[in-house]
């Protein structure tokens, strides 16, 4: 199975920052990851799908970018509703797999 | 509006069985790949299972292979995960999702299978 690693694990930031989240696979992947939003006790939410597609609904301070083996996630000026766990996950392969989640908290 | 709601959760031994249900609605069915991803308590996303639209294809995490069933009934727009022989790793949130090329576009909201003595 594709390894999907995050960093960092947890990141504190502030409402306005703009912040960055990491992704490496074990191996290639193409663009075929995805990144979710998941508040606590709640469903995830895409994001993010093909690396860099903005799912419908989505606001425009997310992004995503990368390719092969390297992505990333950013959120330009954060706002209060977007302090949740990030996760990301590759679809090139099966089993499809999950990084281990990046906990975005307030400073 | 897309809606998936899970159903069948609860508490069970270790060895026992759980059926889980997953009703969709707001998108026809039919035309969708589904999964079932799972969530252990504290702990990240699991992928767990997935179904091609006519349940000709079936794929599973090699963890739950021989174990877990995923089926469905179009007619009633329903998903389903038969789990057996269950253990206490088996612990988690289970979430359906609507597939869209392998990555969940719409999430129900879980339910939680508990499996101890």
């Known amino acids: 199975a594709i390894r999907m690693t995050q960093s960092p694990s947890s990141l504190s930031a502030s409402t306005g920052d703009r912040v960055t989240i990491t992704c490496r696979a074990s191996q290639g992947i193409s663009s075929y990851l995805a990144w979710y939003q998941q508040k606590p006790g709640k469903a995830p939410k895409l994001l993010i799908y093909?690396?860099?597609t903005l799912q419908s609904g989505v606001p425009s301070r997310f992004s995503g970018s990368g390719s092969g083996t390297d992505f990333t996630l950013t959120i330009s000026c954060l706002q209060s509703e977007d302090f949740a766990t990030y996760y990301c996950?590759?679809?090139?392969?099966?089993?499809?797999?999950f990084g281990q989640g990046t906990k975005l908290e307030i400073k | 509006e897309v809606q998936l709601v899970e159903s069948g959760g609860g508490l069970v031994q270790p060895g026992g069985s759980l059926r889980l249900s997953c009703a969709a609605s707001g998108f026809t069915f039919s035309s969708y790949w589904m999964s079932w991803v799972r969530q252990a308590p504290g702990k990240g996303l699991e992928w767990v299972a997935n179904i091609k639209q006519d349940g000709s294809e079936k794929y599973y995490v090699d963890s739950v292979k021989g174990r877990f069933t995923i089926s469905r009934d179009n007619a009633k727009n329903s998903l389903y995960l038969q789990m057996n022989s269950l253990r206490a790793e088996d612990t988690a949130v289970y979430y359906c999702?609507?597939?869209?090329?392998?990555?969940?576009?719409?999430w129900g909201q879980g339910t939680l299978v508990t499996v101890s003595s």
């Open positions: 996950q590759q679809y090139y392969s099966y089993p499809p797999t």
């Open positions: 093909a690396a860099s």
């Open positions: 999702a609507r597939n869209d090329h392998d990555y969940g576009d719409y």
